[in-house]
């Protein structure tokens, strides 16, 4: 069954960029994970952010760079 993720860029005043490590692999990345039912793509972004930090965004001032369709046939 086809899946879609999202992921989110966190940039704060000073330019600087926010990455995570991920607890189970050790790999260094960006918040994100699969987009719910229903789920809109920001807030999917902004539910994981939440999730995997504890940050809160403003889906209003959130902008949207790039969609990018990876799905992969079995």
């Not at 960006?30 to 789920?39: H, K, M, N, P, R």
């Not at 949207?64 to 990876?70: K, P, Q, R």
């Amino acid at each position: 069954r086809p899946a879609m993720g999202s992921a989110i860029i966190v940039i704060n005043q000073e330019g600087e960029g926010l990455i995570g490590k991920r607890l189970k692999s050790g790999v260094w990345g960006l918040s994100g994970g699969y987009i719910e039912l229903g789920e809109k793509i920001k807030a999917s972004s902004a539910r994981e952010l939440l999730e995997e930090t504890g940050i809160e965004v403003n889906i209003e001032e959130m902008r949207a760079l790039e969609v990018i369709n990876c799905l992969k046939k079995e």
